[in-house]
């Protein structure tokens, strides 16, 4: 079956970075679009960044110039490198892949950015 494993969460100060990964496995990796999407308290999930299987990015507006998503598919595993990090993104961050009609997403790992 399907499994996502994000991890690298953490609580940071503002300015700073952190790196998250997800694992991935029951998926053709190479083949599949990546989305990280992200949660916070009282607040609807949105879409924050998405890689091709061609290696083509796409990232929100809120996160455009200080946030990186790339893949390893080599390792199944997709990053998101957190650049200058704003208390506004605190939230859980999550994977997602779709295969066929169905979404699958990780458990999420915390972002604590303190200001």
Same mark, same amino acid.
């Given at each position: 079956?399907?499994?996502?494993?994000?991890?690298? #969460?953490?609580?940071? @100060? *503002?300015? %700073?970075?952190? !790196?998250?990964?997800? +694992?991935?496995?029951?998926?053709?990796?190479?083949?599949?679009?990546? #989305?990280?999407?992200? @949660? *916070?308290? %009282?607040?609807? !999930?949105?879409?924050? +960044?998405?890689?091709?299987?061609?290696?083509?990015?796409?990232?929100?507006?809120?996160?455009?110039?200080?946030?990186?998503?790339? !893949?390893?598919?080599?390792?199944?595993?997709?990053?998101?490198?957190?650049?200058?990090?704003?208390?506004?993104?605190?939230?859980?961050?999550?994977?997602?892949?779709?295969?066929?009609?169905?979404?699958?997403?990780?458990?999420?790992?915390?972002?604590?950015?303190?200001?």
């Amino acid at each position: 079956q399907v499994q996502l494993v994000e991890s690298g #969460g953490g609580l940071v @100060q *503002a300015g %700073g970075s952190l !790196r998250l990964s997800c +694992a991935a496995s029951g998926i053709i990796f190479a083949s599949k679009a990546m #989305g990280w999407y992200r @949660q *916070a308290p %009282g607040k609807q !999930r949105e879409w924050v +960044a998405t890689i091709t299987s061609a290696y083509l990015t796409n990232y929100a507006d809120s996160v455009k110039g200080r946030f990186t998503i790339s !893949r390893d598919n080599a390792k199944n595993t997709v990053y998101l490198q957190m650049n200058s990090l704003k208390p506004e993104d605190t939230a859980v961050y999550y994977c997602k892949v779709q295969r066929g009609w169905a979404d699958y997403w990780g458990q999420g790992t915390q972002v604590t950015v303190s200001s």
